[in-house]
């Protein structure tokens, strides 16, 4: 008698902390894009995209992020799940809490997208991380910014 496994859940994290350092001067690009330097996970190649104004709807802008899959995927393609979330680098990283125009407090929840990959630069969906201008209501999280 012969047996045999395998692994159906094997899977690879990373978590990386991207700063943008001077929003103010990134949000005047429009909806121009800024990647993030090359990233290896789990054998593959892959980049993240800050996008500083993404509109969604009549007024409302977000601030926006994107996975990039740099490939080679295989003929199997890669599952992958991409998290954002941001951070408060002034209360040793912790998650950052904003004000909405009622004045209303909220924390800063980790926003996901998960797709398949089967072709070099696809990208994942957008995770809308904050309202343009929550964001810039929020001075403990823009205290460091530079125009």
């Known amino acids: 008698?012969?047996?045999s496994s395998w692994n159906l859940t094997e899977a690879t994290s990373a978590i990386h902390d991207i700063t943008v350092n001077g929003y103010s001067a990134t949000k005047s690009g429009g909806e121009n894009d800024f990647p993030s330097r090359r990233l290896t996970v789990g054998g593959y190649e892959w980049?993240?995209?800050?996008?500083p104004k993404v509109f969604i709807t009549h007024g409302d802008y977000r601030i926006a992020f994107r996975l990039v899959f740099l490939g080679p995927a295989g003929a199997r393609g890669v599952n992958a799940s991409f998290s954002c979330r941001l951070m408060d680098h002034r209360s040793t990283?912790?998650?950052?809490?904003?004000?909405?125009?009622?004045?209303?407090?909220?924390d800063c929840r980790a926003e996901t997208v998960s797709r398949k990959f089967h072709l070099a630069r696809e990208s994942s969906d957008w995770v809308k991380l904050i309202k343009q201008d929550d964001l810039e209501r929020s001075p403990a999280i823009l205290a460091c910014d530079s125009e």
């Not at 980049?47 to 996008?51: G, K, L, V």
């Not at 990283?93 to 909220?106: C, I, K, L, V, Y």
């Open 1 to 3: 008698m012969s047996f």
């Open 47 to 51: 980049e993240i995209r800050y996008y």
């Open 93 to 106: 990283w912790t998650e950052a809490r904003w004000r909405d125009a009622s004045g209303n407090q909220h």
